[in-house]
């Protein structure tokens, strides 16, 4: 039984995390960098240790540093969240040797999976359809222009390490091929150390669609729905929501099927989540496992109603699934928004810095999953993800007219934000008929830039509450010069004031 | 109390005609506001206008008469003028240019700074990397300069709108 | 169709209120009292308007003003919210005269259901069981012992305008008897200027359960389940849940069936609550009918999954219900606690005054509708409730868990709050158990208020905060003495700045 | 800096041996806290003690040396005792015997006054009824004393502490 536990991470996901702890009874240690210090992780906690300085390589990464913080405070187990050592299969095997209980799958589950080749032919061999492309890395460049016949032009380039869209490249036409072959090679080298590219056929108006899953030690195996996840930009998803307005109950029924293939072919445990991407027919893909609790986890955990970091915990326990396949249903629609530290208007260029002002959205169907507070600073070293706002409605509908009103209360200054621009999304006709893919945000990047109108008088307004401030400010220190001249008032006024 | 008050590309006049308790009488270019106005939170004023209810934010600037405001959707830089104020600017040098240093809209560390003191550099040349969550930013120079200065090193944490390099 | 709408309230519940419409993009007005043009329902409206000096009676209940300003804001509705005129048939009739919707049911059935021994008659006329007693007010004092004898001791006497525990009085000894229906009629005639009581068997281990209904223009009417209201004290509800930890699937069909055809009875349409007293066995009992939207009507949205504001709305339009009966079903268990501005440990005495912070709780789960703020002054004049903490688990013990949590987080300062006594009620044994009736908190006092231990070294943790403050504030205060001989440096500072 | 600090009951000698950056080393009655602490918001300080996170409020009363101060469910009155306070201390008077007046705890507004001045008044009389959100509370004497003073009058809004009557 798990009783305490460290949290290997920082920001929204470490608090999550440790919300459900509380509810289970669960103590928690953070870690924390020199940078985060005053972060709410750190106060959230039962107990928090600094690991190092703010670079993640001396801190959120630091497996040594971490495993030995662990022993010394005596946790079970250890929850790695998502991003930094979440998909590391090293950490999760020294976790094991230092007899503490990694959540999440082994480390053989991890190794495949963070492999894109190797996913790919244990995919192809337990019938689960993958991109057309090759299964190997491209060593010979002389078959790579058969076998880009066969596939059929575009194409694209992938490196077999990668990830956030680094190595990556689209072929048209058969006369840029080896170039581009070369090029991606040099990127993923660069990037990742490892210059393996496979090519696999570029999918016209691509959807990412995934499926949660998860299995228990048993070989029991579930998943829980789609999530639709095609607002991205630059590979990043912005917004996600289920059920996904495209599927169809006979298409869901399949996909789930291979999620489920996909995640027993590889002896999984835990959650997991296994994207698709399909095209406008509802063709699908394999496309990769992300074997680690996924950012947009709380629009399954509304629409289903579990509590995935607890059914994580239950499976790490060694306990069984709490529900079977058939027990599983989606209730309403969840959408989730996430709220970057970021200037939509200069390139989504990063927004650190302190926050002067928040107003959270609250009522009805609203769950905000954040960690920063008034007078927080947030630090340049990580991720610029702020919040997660996630709405529940009946329909999609109620859905994307709470989303809006949710976004209409939130209010953050002192850093940049996406708020606007995610008002802008919620209010666009492609996505309120949900017909869109991944170029969403490319294709209607002027649309959702606009800047909004001024309703009414706002520029007076402006106008008038400076001006109000500045009198008030003038009549202040009128009061104050005249009051100086009243040399002991301080002394004075201690003096009676009763204790 | 009239007096000027820039707000992003225009000078508006304004007077406070008349006030009793959070009730104002104010005249902007010549127009009349009968308004209520309260501050509700730190730097935040509710203001009522034919019964429309505005939310309003100030963001003191350095300058205390200075402000960031924001409205629902709209962010506004203004400065209120008064006579303090005048003084000051007419006694500010003109050469205001800002083209001749380097500086970032955000704070961040240096990664690189590929040129050194007495470079000639050529329009569009990079003279500056700098890293914030992750992402890399590229500054380079608009025309054909001179490094004239470098103020910081690779590995800096640097501030916004602080001074990286100056160029001629 | 309802385009613009006042809100006849204040407090959380009209913010609650706008919320819906904002969603439905229904343009809202606010009044307000000269003790709230601060108030968050001011700040969250489109219009705002002062309607008169704090006292409730010059404000929030004068009909008057509140149906010109309808008239000249040109709103197509007003919702009342609850209390204030909520259940005023005047209002309700004075509405309709001026051709705006009142988000309610008729004055009619707003009457019927206001004077107690009318709806007993009523309810007995439609077949819904009522307290045994007497149906007509009681004028020839000499029947009472004959009726008691009937009913048998002990009994209650209770004001037929009654309300809130006034004119109310427990009679156990036949001897008792005629003095209490003196003073009970006294009692009433000062509180309401009506002295009618009546009789009725005191019922022992009483729970308090209620049936939300909601019916159309067209007489579709059904229920949505039960909440359990049996936390009270002082007859004021503190704590809510549904489904009851009591209930069972076959009294709870009866009983719906008997709150649906409460509401028949009176031809109701909008949304209502009908209030049952039930003994240990589940021997239940009409109490009364609450003719508007109740305080506890979250939870219910949360384990059935609609929004009743909007429904309230769409039955208000001429629509019909957006559900039958058949579609209903709870899934999960929702609690609400309610978060009073009060002294638990100084006899629950209101604690007004300024807001110094607050951190409201987030995350799974967790539904907060307040309207109080940073800064915020509760101003004297009105109900103590700050705002209703809502959680929802998938089974009852998840949900106390997750609210134990969320109390955990939620602080306020500044002002006395109920919290920490809520986090005694949740984890004191006999809720854990979901065995307790409305006598709970009376007989658990003293557990209940019993002061929290300090954790480890709170005390010495908070003289280091104190000490760390003093000497903070010491060297500033001596950095600023060293900087005063500077004399125009702020003349400087401003030179120096770049505008 | 060594000095005096009254917690509720207690008097606590407190030193602080040695800081840097967050860290400090403090005695306390002689037994020493090594602990990490950080102002996160407004009046609100995280401390790291043993690995253990506390989360500490204080809230600063009028005078700026008093304040009360809230742990996770434990409020404290903490005053710091300094020079200047021991010699402010020692010239206040003795007989700060606070039942020579009635006040409330909480603000509200005068309901009625059964009294007048120069009343003689027996022990649990009932001298001011005061309303605060609806519900009335009655204040009464706890000896017997004599009316000297009404410093309000009904309908009258009312600060929490403020003093409503003096009696003798």
């Given amino acids: 039984m798990i009783q305490k536990l460290l949290v290997a991470n920082r920001g929204e996901i470490a608090v999550r995390i440790m919300r459900s702890c509380r509810e289970m009874d669960i103590k928690t240690v953070s870690i924390y960098s020199d940078a985060d210090r005053s972060a709410q992780h750190v106060r959230y906690a039962d107990e928090a240790y600094r690991i190092g300085s703010p670079p993640s390589s001396e801190s959120y990464l630091a497996i040594n540093k971490i495993i030995q913080l662990a022993k010394k405070t005596k946790v079970d187990a250890i929850h790695p969240g998502y991003g930094f050592l979440s998909e590391n299969p090293e950490f999760a095997e020294r976790c094991k040797e230092a007899g503490i209980e990694f959540i999440g799958p082994d480390s053989k589950a991890i190794s495949v999976m963070g492999d894109k080749i190797s996913a790919r032919k244990t995919m192809q061999q337990a019938g689960v359809p993958v991109v057309p492309g090759t299964t190997e890395p491209i060593i010979d460049e002389s078959l790579v222009l058969n076998k880009i016949r066969d596939i059929g032009l575009p194409v694209m380039i992938k490196a077999s390490a990668g990830g956030g869209g680094k190595g990556m490249r689209k072929v048209t036409e058969e006369k840029e091929i080896l170039a581009a072959v070369r090029a991606a090679k040099s990127e993923a080298k660069d990037a990742f150390g490892d210059d393996s590219v496979y090519i696999e056929k570029y999918i016209e108006s691509p959807h990412h669609i995934e499926f949660q899953i998860m299995a228990d030690k048993y070989g029991n195996t579930v998943h829980l729905f789609e999530r639709e996840c095609s607002v991205q930009r630059r590979h990043q998803k912005v917004v996600e929501e289920t059920p996904s307005p495209v599927m169809t109950p006979q298409v869901r029924e399949i996909m789930g099927q291979h999620a489920v293939n996909a995640a027993k072919a590889v002896n999984y445990h835990g959650a997991g989540t296994v994207e698709f991407i399909t095209d406008d027919d509802l063709n699908f893909y394999f496309l990769e496992m992300n074997t680690r609790l996924q950012v947009e986890h709380p629009i399954t955990e509304r629409v289903v109603g579990v509590d995935l970091v607890k059914e994580q915990i239950n499976v790490a326990n060694g306990n069984r699934l709490s529900f079977v396949q058939e027990e599983l249903s989606q209730k309403g629609h969840a959408i989730e928004c996430r709220i970057y530290a970021e200037d939509p208007d200069n390139k989504f260029m990063p927004s650190p810095g302190k926050i002067k002002h928040i107003s959270e959205p609250l009522g009805l169907g609203v769950r905000h999953d954040g960690y920063v507070y008034k007078g927080y600073v947030i630090p340049i070293y990580y991720d610029p993800m702020i919040s997660k706002l996630i709405v529940w409605g009946e329909s999609r509908t109620e859905a994307i007219n709470r989303m809006r009103r949710a976004l209409y209360e939130y209010k953050i200054t002192g850093v940049k934000t996406s708020i606007q621009f995610l008002e802008k999304v919620m209010k666009h006709p492609e996505f309120e008929k949900g017909i869109y893919n991944t170029h969403f945000i490319e294709n209607n990047e002027k649309d959702l830039l606009e800047p909004e109108d001024c309703e009414g008088n706002c520029e007076e307004m402006a106008i008038i509450a400076a001006f109000k401030d500045y009198l008030t400010k003038q009549k202040r220190m009128a009061l104050r010069q005249n009051g100086a001249s009243d040399k002991n008032s301080k002394w004075k006024m201690a003096g009676r004031t009763k204790h | ?168």
Same sequence: chains 1, 3.
């Fill in chain 2, 1 to 168: 109390m009239a007096l000027e008050i820039q707000i992003n590309d225009r000078k508006a006049y304004v007077d406070n005609l008349n006030q009793e308790d959070s009730k104002m009488l104010i005249d902007i270019d010549g127009k009349h506001y009968e308004i209520d106005i309260v501050m509700v939170e730190d730097n935040v004023y509710s203001i009522l206008y034919q019964g429309k209810s505005y939310n309003v934010e100030l963001i003191p600037k350095e300058n205390p008469k200075s402000y960031i405001v924001n409205t629902l959707y709209n962010s506004y830089d203004v400065d209120i003028i008064d006579a303090e104020r005048k003084y000051l600017m007419s006694r500010k040098s003109d050469d205001d240019d800002d083209s001749d240093s380097i500086s970032t809209p955000m704070p961040g560390k240096v990664v690189s700074i590929p040129v050194k003191t007495g470079d000639k550099v050529s329009a569009g040349t990079t003279v500056i990397v700098v890293s914030a969550m992750k992402m890399e930013s590229e500054y380079k120079v608009k025309k054909d300069r001179v490094i004239k200065n470098i103020l910081v090193k690779e590995g800096d944490i640097i501030l916004a709108n602080q001074i990286l390099l100056e160029i001629e």
